[in-house]
């Protein structure tokens, strides 16, 4: 692993996005064809802001971008228009694909947000990031260090955790269940054979 040849604070972000996208997969399939809509929703959404700002910054790239956002949105013109519930429900789902403790306080799963804020800290500029390779001495002096400082064991379990969240949702979705004596070998390993592995939403 990355980990084990010194690089910690380089592999967080790549954590922070597997740990997120674990989560998502769970309630995309959770949440059915109305999660996936959002998820459509919220890539448009993202794609018309990227637009504006190419257009407000001058690429010449912009004209082609925003030719084929209109073509798109003509192409999807014909969609039935949703009741007041389908979009309380879609808009609700939107922003929680935006904001991920959201996400995961649906499904009573908060206590995890910690170990995805760390990871969050290591993955901008931040304090954390700045220092990453700097250690403090006793005598109050700085010294450079070869190596970033490890990530915490709680990173490190609750990733895997997520990652096992994550195949569960898919192996079942895959002819003949494939990955489920992988996945049950994992958690008997782990000691979790018995635990709810999969969050329920509760609100």
Not at 44 to 70: F, N, S, Y
Not at 127 to 145: F, I, N
Not at 156 to 173: G, H, K, N, Y
Request: charged share 25%.
């Amino acid at each position: 692993m990355l980990t084990e040849r010194g690089f910690t604070i380089e592999v967080a972000p790549l954590v922070r996005n597997v740990f997120n996208h674990a989560y998502a997969i769970n309630w995309l399939v959770d949440n059915g064809d109305a999660a996936v809509d959002a998820l459509v929703a919220r890539g448009d959404d993202e794609r018309e802001k990227l637009c504006k700002k190419l257009e407000e910054t001058g690429w010449t790239g912009a004209a082609e971008m925003r030719a084929t956002l209109e073509l798109a949105a003509t192409q999807r013109s014909t969609l039935p228009a949703r009741t007041a519930s389908e979009q309380e429900l879609h808009e609700k789902f939107k922003y929680e694909l935006k904001n991920f403790y959201d996400m995961l306080e649906r499904y009573d799963v908060a206590d995890v947000y910690p170990v995805y804020s760390h990871l969050s800290s290591l993955s901008h500029t931040t304090m954390a990031t700045a220092s990453a390779y700097v250690e403090h001495m006793d005598d109050g002096t700085l010294q450079a260090r070869q190596n970033a400082a490890k990530l915490g064991d709680a990173d490190v379990i609750q990733l895997a955790v997520a990652l096992l969240q994550a195949a569960s949702v898919v192996s079942p979705l895959i002819d003949d269940d494939p990955l489920r004596p992988s996945i049950d070998q994992a958690l008997t390993d782990l000691g979790l054979e018995n635990t709810q592995l999969l969050p329920t939403r509760v609100k």
